[in-house]
């Protein structure tokens, strides 16, 4: 189980590198001119998702298979891990609308200017922690 474990933490520090670096994208081509450029910043956006989806799901995998097996989150004094739980549903849910998102800048359909994204770029720092004080602090 500890393998598991393993791989699961790296897992998830590598899609939440992912997740740190695609809006910095997103306020580049914001901000960008030159549709060269534009279209440059649209493809390293368009790898870099399919990098972060293709390392999200065996780390949601492993993290559901931890849960099973370790049979935490159930019985008195398991808040955290529901909590937990629901923040990781908005984790996917914040992938997924970086997924929108990039559409959006693939289609020239893109609305938003870079100030949204700079700001929209702080949210997976904002859940990293959570779910990192959850996890090792158990509130609850």
């Not at 996917?92 to 289609?107: D, N, Q, S, T, V």
């Not at 700079?118 to 779910?131: D, G, K, Q, S, T």
Request: net charge positive; aromatic share 16%; glycine share 8%.
């Amino acid at each position: 189980m500890l393998w598991i474990k393993t791989f699961h933490i790296v897992l998830i520090a590598s899609w939440f590198a992912g997740l740190f670096y695609l809006p910095r994208i997103y306020v580049n081509i914001a901000q960008a001119k030159d549709p060269t450029v534009i279209a440059t910043l649209n493809g390293m956006a368009r790898r870099l998702f399919r990098f972060m989806t293709i390392i999200a799901v065996p780390a949601v995998l492993l993290g559901l298979w931890l849960y099973i097996e370790y049979g935490i989150g159930r019985g008195p004094g398991s808040g955290w891990m529901h909590v937990k739980l629901l923040l990781v549903v908005v984790t996917i849910g914040y992938h997924h609308a970086c997924w929108i998102m990039l559409r959006k800048f693939e289609r020239g359909q893109n609305r938003r200017s870079h100030v949204f994204y700079r700001w929209f770029n702080e949210v997976p720092v904002v859940l990293l922690v959570a779910v990192t004080a959850l996890v090792v602090i158990k509130p609850f």
